[in-house]
């Protein structure tokens, strides 16, 4: 029981590049949520999928698209990077119908150069 | 959109001493509030959380109280020890169906031994 997987660990994109960050949970949770991670900012929800086949925006969207491709998986994708993205990214999975704790992911340490 | 308010921002004690992090919200039909530790390099876990039907909540050395006419909510660490050492962040429900978290910006407590 893996929990919440995130690929991969690490990357360096330069500006303009694009990439996919995936995530996968096993838990058999219909909630997957992206959040990004920044010093002294906290944790800051970029997009969250409530159920499989439903996404919406949270607090810091722009530059972002996600995809739920099934119950299991929930990926960020960024389009074009911008130095402004570089940070931890974090995927997280919970139960829907309740209020339920975040299950997190290892993260994403992201860098634009 | 809901608020969480944090503080203090670092705290630092010695071992055997007690540890309080208050946070604020702003969205009066929040009710649901987690705390989760994040040791350095690691991912979130959820430590304890409380729901708006009650008013404190405790797990062995912490407890987290609730007052919901206030809008605040507070975890407190009993004797605590140098693995104590993380960054604690509060978190609140939105309120609404999708149970979306914000959370503060952090606590940064340091247990001296």
């Known amino acids: 029981n893996a929990g919440v997987t995130q690929t991969p660990k690490f990357q360096v994109l330069k500006t303009g590049q694009s990439m996919t960050l995936q995530c996968a949970q096993d838990m058999n949770h219909n909630s997957m949520y992206w959040y990004r991670q920044d010093p002294g900012m906290g944790l800051r929800l970029i997009y969250y999928?409530?159920?499989?086949?439903?996404?919406d925006k949270g607090e810091v969207p722009n530059g972002y698209n996600v995809s739920r491709l099934n119950k299991r998986e929930f990926s960020l994708r960024l389009e074009s990077a911008a130095p402004s993205q570089t940070s931890v990214y974090f995927c997280?999975?919970?139960?829907?119908?309740?209020?339920?704790?975040?299950?997190f992911g290892n993260g994403t340490r992201l860098t634009v150069t | 959109g809901e608020n969480v308010e944090q503080h203090p921002s670092t705290l630092s004690v010695q071992e055997g001493d007690s540890a309080v992090i208050k946070c604020t919200y702003s969205?009066?039909?929040?009710?649901?509030f987690p705390w989760y530790k994040q040791e350095l390099g690691k991912r979130p876990q959820l430590i304890i959380d409380?729901?708006?039907?009650?008013g404190e909540k405790k797990d062995q050395r912490i407890a987290v109280t609730l007052n919901k006419t206030a809008k605040h909510f507070s975890l407190h660490i009993t004797e605590t020890q140098p693995e104590d050492s993380a960054v604690y962040f509060c978190?609140?429900?939105?309120?609404?169906?999708?149970?979306?978290?914000?959370f503060g910006k952090g606590t940064l407590l340091t247990v001296n031994p």
């Open positions: 969205d009066s039909a929040s009710n649901y």
């Open positions: 978190a609140a429900s939105d309120g609404g169906s999708n149970y979306k978290l914000t």
């Open positions: 409380i729901r708006s039907n009650v």
């Open positions: 997280a999975s919970s139960r829907t119908g309740e209020n339920s704790p975040l299950h």
């Open positions: 999928s409530a159920s499989e086949g439903t996404t």
